[in-house]
C-alpha cells in the first residue's frame, strides 16, 4: 500500500493541547517542581533518583508572640525555615489543641507566622509539630494551598539565598543550613540534633541533590477526564494482566491530581501558548499569531516551556495513524490489542493513553495491558550507574548473542515478580542456543533425503513418544502464552528440547539413523525433521534469529520461518499410554545412569544390571524396550526378574516401576572406594556443624550483610545436599 502520508508529529501534538485549551481543561498556575541547581533544569519523577542517606533531624525553638514559651519543631532542612509561612500540627494531637490558632515568631528572621491544624502532619514524627515551607517541599505546598498560606521563595536557580533569606543571602544552600544552625545555636533556639535516615533526590545526569521548587507551570484538569478511563476498565474493555494492578490503577485514578504537562528542559515540543510582550495578552494557538489580538502589538514571545514528554506519549496509539484524519489504518489499526509494559510507567503512561484515548476517539487504546516486571541485578537491587551494577545489553549481545539474552529475559519473567538478571544466566542460555544449532546440525547433516521419499513408516515407541510430547508442548506454549507467563514458556522450550528431543530422541535415534534397514531409516529420519520444524516455529518468537539461520537450510516451502504457520497441537497424536511406557523406560535408564555417576564407573564399560519390576505391566515395557535401556545405560546384560534378591555388595535405586540393582563387586575396589567416600563426608559433616553454629547465632543474622547471610544459608543447603548423597553412596557399597 505504500507509505501513509500524515501530517507532523509535533503539529499534532500541539493541536492536542490547543483542543484541551478551548475545553478549558488546561490552565496555568504554580506548582512545585524537581529542580537540578547544577544542570538548570527541570525533572520528572523518574529523572529524579532517590537514594537513602544518614541525615539528621533538628530539633527547633520556635518562640510564641506575646507569652512565654515555644513550640518545638522538628526538620531535616534547616535553611528552608527561611522560607516557612506556617507551623501545622494534627488537630488530633491533644498536645498542640491550645495553641491552634496562635502565631508563632520564626526564629532568626523574627517573621510572625501562624500554627495551623492539618490533617497531614503526623504525630508521631519529631515533635508532631512541622514547619511549613510552600515553595520548597511538595507536601507543604499542598498544605499551604489548604490553608491558602504565603509562597515565598529563598532560592536562586543555582540554589543560593536570594533577597528573601536575610542576612544570609548570597550563600549556597548547604552553607547557609550551617550558618543558620550556627545562628540557632547562639540564640539558644536550637534543642538537639539526632540521626535520622532519609531518602533524598538525586539529578539522574549530575548526581546533583535536587531542589523542590516553586514554578509557574501549565495544567490539565484530570477528573473530568478520569471517569471515563475508570469506566472502561470496570467494564473489562481494558484487562490488566496480572490482575493485581488493577487496585493500584483505581486507586490513582479515583484520587488523581491534575497533571503538570510543562517542563523546563531543553529539549521537546515548545508549548503554544504566546504572550504579548505590550500588554501582556496571553494566547494559545497552534500556530504563531502575527499580531496580538487585544492590542494588535506584533511583539509577540512563545514561552520557552516545552511539553512534558509523557503528554506526547498519550497520544501515540493514535496520532501515529493519522488521526484526527479519519484515515484507513486509523480505522483498521485502532484500537490496538496489546500494551507491554513496566508497572512503573503504569500512572505516567498507561493511563494517559487510556484518558487520552477515551477523550479524543471515544475508544480504548488497547484492549490488554501486560504488566512486566523490572530488571534488577542478581542481587535484587534495581541496576544504576552510580552503584556500578549495571548490566550492557549490548555487551551481552556481543558476547553471548542477542538470542540468549532475549531468551533469559524470557526464562526469568516470572509474572509478579521482578528480574534478577545476572551474566551467569546469559551464559547458561548461550549454551542452549549451542545446544540447538548442534542438533539441528546432526539432523540437517545426517538426513538421507531420498529416504524422506519412503512413504511405509514403521514407528517405534520413542517415535510415537515424541511425537506426542511435542502436541503437548504446542498445548503448553499455547496455554502459557495466552496468559503472557513467558517464564513458563521458556521452561516448556527449554525441557522439551534439551531433555527430550536431545537427550533421549536423538540419543534413541541414531542405531536407525545410521543404519541400512530403509524402512527405520525413513521413519526415525521424518520424525526428527517433522520435531525439529515444529520446535523452531514455537521458539522463532523468543529466538529468532538462530531459529531464522536454521529454518533457511531446512528444504521447506516457506522462505521463511516468519510467515510458515504457527504449529496447533493434534490431539490425536498425543497418547498418556505411549508416554507412561516411555516413562518406564526413562526411569529404569535414568536410575542406572545415576549410581554409574555417584559412584564414578568409568561411562566407557558397559555393565551388568539387574531389573524386579514392581508389576506385570512394568516387566512387559523393559523387557520389549530393553534394547533403549541397554543403548543409554551401557549395558552388556540386563536382566530382568520379577523374583529378584539384591546380589551382595551392589548399588539399588528404587523406583515406582521396580528397583534396579547394579553388582559392583568386579566394576571397582569396594574397601578403597568406602575409605574414599567417608573421609568426604567426615570433611562435610564437620562443614556442616560449623555452617550450622554460625546460622544459630543470631548476632550474626542481624549484624552480617544481608548477601553474606544469603550466600552462608545457600552453603548450609549445599553442604547438606552433599552430606544426604554421600551416606547413600556409602550405604549402596556396603550392601546395607
Keep these: 500500500k505504500g507509505f501513509m502520508v500524515v501530517r507532523p508529529w509535533g503539529a499534532m501534538i500541539l493541536e492536542n493541547m490547543f483542543k484541551l485549551y478551548e475545553e478549558e481543561l488546561i490552565y496555568r498556575d504554580n506548582y512545585i517542581i524537581n529542580w537540578c541547581p547544577w544542570d538548570q533544569t527541570a525533572l520528572s519523577e523518574i529523572e529524579v533518583e532517590h537514594v537513602d542517606v544518614e541525615g539528621k533531624l533538628w530539633y527547633i525553638k520556635y518562640p510564641l508572640k506575646g507569652e512565654e514559651g515555644y513550640i518545638e519543631v522538628a526538620t531535616t532542612r534547616p535553611e528552608t525555615m527561611l522560607g516557612d509561612t506556617a507551623v501545622a500540627v494534627s488537630p488530633k494531637d491533644k498536645r498542640f489543641k491550645s495553641l491552634i490558632g496562635k502565631t508563632a515568631v520564626l526564629p532568626l528572621l523574627k517573621r510572625e507566622i501562624l500554627i495551623i491544624a492539618d490533617d497531614f502532619v503526623d504525630p508521631e514524627f519529631g515533635t508532631g509539630a512541622v514547619k511549613v515551607t510552600p515553595a520548597h517541599d511538595p507536601n507543604d505546598f499542598e498544605i499551604g494551598k489548604r490553608h491558602d498560606l504565603e509562597q515565598i521563595n529563598i532560592f536562586t536557580k543555582d540554589a543560593k539565598i536570594n533577597e528573601n533569606g536575610g542576612p544570609y543571602k548570597g550563600q549556597e ?40 521548587r516553586l514554578s509557574l507551570q501549565w495544567f490539565i484538569k484530570m477528573k473530568p477526564l478520569a471517569k471515563s478511563a475508570i469506566d472502561v476498565v470496570k467494564q473489562g474493555k481494558v484487562k490488566f494482566t496480572p490482575k493485581r494492578w488493577l487496585k493500584l490503577y483505581y486507586d490513582w485514578m479515583e484520587n488523581i491530581r491534575d497533571w503538570v504537562i510543562s517542563r523546563q528542559i531543553w529539549w521537546g515540543h515548545q508549548i503554544p501558548v504566546y504572550y504579548c510582550q505590550d500588554c501582556n495578552e496571553t494566547m494559545v494557538a497552534v500556530k504563531k499569531p502575527k499580531i496580538c489580538k487585544k492590542c494588535k502589538s506584533t511583539n509577540i514571545k512563545q514561552d520557552e516551556d516545552v511539553l512534558d514528554t509523557w503528554f506526547s506519549s498519550a497520544l501515540w496509539p ?34 494517559r493513553m487510556i484518558v487520552m484515548g477515551e477523550h479524543f476517539t471515544s475508544k480504548v487504546p488497547f484492549h490488554e495491558v501486560y504488566i512486566h516486571a523490572l530488571i534488577r541485578d542478581a542481587e535484587g537491587r534495581k541496576m544504576s550507574k552510580s552503584r556500578g551494577n ?6 551481552m549481545i556481543e558476547e553471548y548473542g542477542t538470542d540468549a539474552l532475549r531468551f533469559t529475559m524470557a526464562s526469568l519473567a516470572v509474572p509478579g515478580r521482578d528480574v534478577f538478571l545476572s551474566e551467569e544466566r546469559v551464559r547458561g542460555y548461550r549454551n542452549f542456543a549451542n545446544k540447538i544449532w548442534n542438533a539441528s546440525r546432526f539432523v540437517l547433516l545426517g538426513v538421507d533425503k531420498e529416504v524422506l521419499e519412503e512413504e511405509t513408516l514403521d514407528l517405534e515407541l520413542v517415535d510415537k513418544w515424541i511425537i506426542s510430547r511435542l502436541n503437548n508442548l504446542i498445548k503448553e506454549v499455547d496455554k502459557f502464552d495466552k496468559v503472557y507467563d513467558f517464564s513458563k514458556v521458556a521452561k516448556a522450550l527449554y525441557d522439551f528440547f534439551w531433555s527430550e528431543f536431545a537427550d533421549w530422541y536423538i540419543e534413541l535415534s541414531k542405531a536407525r539413523f545410521y543404519g541400512d534397514d530403509r524402512i527405520k531409516k525413513a521413519a526415525v529420519s521424518k520424525i526428527l525433521i517433522e520435531v525439529l520444524e515444529t520446535f523452531l516455529k514455537l521458539l522463532h518468537p523468543v529466538m529468532p534469529f538462530i531459529t531464522e539461520e536454521v529454518w533457511q537450510k531446512l528444504e521447506v516451502k516457506d522462505k521463511s520461518i516468519m510467515i510458515a504457520p504457527y504449529p496447533s497441537a493434534d490431539e490425536e497424536k498425543i497418547s ?11 526411569q529404569v535408564t535414568t536410575a542406572i545412569r545415576a549410581i554409574r555417576s555417584e559412584l564414578k564407573i568409568d561411562q566407557a564399560k558397559n555393565i551388568k544390571a539387574i531389573f524386579k519390576p514392581s508389576s506385570r505391566k512394568a516387566q512387559k515395557i523393559v523387557s520389549e524396550h530393553a534394547r533403549y535401556i541397554k543403548q543409554l545405560a551401557k549395558l552388556d546384560e540386563l536382566e530382568i526378574d520379577e523374583k529378584a534378591q539384591k546380589p551382595a555388595k551392589s548399588a539399588i535405586s528404587i523406583m515406582s516401576s521396580g528397583e534396579v540393582y547394579l553388582p559392583l563387586a568386579e566394576l571397582l575396589d569396594v574397601g578403597a572406594e568406602s575409605k574414599r567416600l567417608n573421609r568426604q563426608l567426615k570433611q562435610v559433616i564437620a562443614a556442616l556443624e560449623t555452617s550450622d553454629k554460625k546460622l544459630a547465632n543470631k548476632t550474626f543474622e542481624v549484624k552480617a550483610p544481608a548477601e553474606i547471610v544469603r550466600k552462608e544459608k545457600d552453603k548450609n543447603k549445599e553442604l547438606s545436599e552433599k552430606k544426604k548423597k554421600l551416606d547413600e553412596q556409602i550405604k549402596n557399597l556396603i550392601g546395607v
Excluded at 488521526?323 to 503504569?346: A, H, N, R, V
Excluded at 549495571?390 to 555487551?395: A, E, S
Design 173 to 212: 544552600r548547604f552553607e547557609a543550613r550551617d550558618n543558620v544552625i550556627a545562628d540557632l545555636e547562639k540564640e539558644g533556639l536550637l534543642i538537639k540534633t539526632e540521626k535520622h535516615p532519609y531518602s533524598v533526590g538525586h539529578c539522574y545526569r549530575c548526581d546533583t541533590v535536587v531542589e523542590p
Design 318 to 351: 493514535f496520532a501515529t495513524f493519522g488521526w484526527p484524519e479519519k484515515t484507513e489504518e486509523l480505522d483498521y489499526f485502532y484500537p490496538t490489542s496489546l500494551l507491554s509494559t513496566g508497572f512503573d510507567i503504569l500512572y505516567f503512561w498507561v493511563a
Design 390 to 395: 549495571i548490566i550492557d545489553p549490548l555487551k
Design 576 to 586: 498418556k499410554q505411549v508416554e507412561e511406557e516411555m516413562n518406564i523406560v526413562m
